[in-house]
């Protein structure tokens, strides 16, 4: 009886498990092992996926700027400048149409369709155009055949017969020089800013009579409004409009000019021309 007992006592130790406490204690620690893995992995994957999306967020952005700039150089490298253009161009003699259509492009944004109508001209108020053949001088005796007579005709101080409106003062001496063989008796005036003051000009004027005006519209402009210069006697206004600079330029393509000229004629020759009393040209 004693050697049964003992015989299954001891073999009930050999195929006994693990005791309470040690399979509680494995309970415990594996979830926790299990846990800290998970947040191990949850930690470390979004940082990896957050760095590769930055990387590929740069190198996108920076992909795009280059292209960006390419495009912009090349649009810069394409873009042509005015004296290409006007190079390319053939040159056509300047009409009371192309007068009109600089007027538009000028005021129309700014005035009413009625201060339009103001600035409008007819064509009867123009001259035969330059065909690009004429000198000054052959162009003013195609326009004015009786000088002779107007010259003798006219007295009066502070007023001229003709005005020659040009784009600088280089061009004006230009212009006084063409003037040689048609001027005869004549006197010419120089009615730029370059080295001469206003008060000057006005006095020259004042002293005697001058038949023909060359200058720049910005001058004449303003002798016009401080009473230097009346419109009186004022019979032919020309436009030296077909002429270009050195960098291929006319009256009308330098806009500082451009916009004195249109000041010029509002001065009241577009209200002469429709009175009928002065004449307009293109040169």
């Known amino acids: 009886m004693g050697d049964e007992l003992g015989d299954e006592w001891w073999q009930g130790n050999n195929n006994s498990g693990p005791s309470e406490d040690e399979a509680d204690k494995a309970e415990v620690k594996t979830p926790e092992k299990s ?60 009409c009371p149409a192309d007068l009109w259509r600089l007027i538009e492009e000028q005021y129309s944004d700014s005035r009413s369709a009625i201060e339009m109508e103001e600035l409008k001209l007819p064509d009867s108020c123009f001259l035969p155009s330059n065909d690009l053949t004429h000198s000054l001088s052959s162009f003013l005796k195609e326009i004015c055949p009786k ?51 206003v008060e000057q000009q006005m006095q020259h004027l004042e002293k005697s009579v001058a038949h023909i005006g060359v200058g720049t519209p910005g001058r004449i402009k303003a002798l016009i409004e401080k009473d230097g210069l009346t419109l009186n006697a004022l019979k032919y206004v020309v436009l030296d409009w077909n002429w270009r600079d050195q960098k291929l330029r006319r009256l009308a393509d330098i806009p500082e000019v451009r916009l004195e000229m249109l000041k010029l004629l509002e001065t009241g020759i577009i209200q002469a021309c429709k009175a009928g009393t002065v004449k307009l040209g293109l040169y």
Do not use: M, Y
């Open 35 to 94: 846990e800290t893995k998970k947040r191990k992995s949850q930690s470390v994957k979004p940082a990896k996926a957050k760095k590769k999306k930055t990387d590929t967020e740069c190198f996108v952005a920076q992909k795009t700027t280059d292209v960006e700039e390419k495009v912009s150089k090349k649009s810069r490298r394409k873009k042509k400048k005015i004296t290409q253009v006007l190079a390319s161009t053939t040159p056509k003699p300047g």
């Open 147 to 197: 000088w002779a007579k107007l010259c003798k005709q006219h007295t009066e101080k502070k007023s001229v017969i003709v005005l020659v409106v040009c784009s600088s003062a280089h061009r004006t001496l230009e212009l006084i020089k063409q003037l040689t063989t048609f001027k005869g008796n004549a006197k010419v005036l120089k009615l730029f800013a370059k080295h001469i003051k």
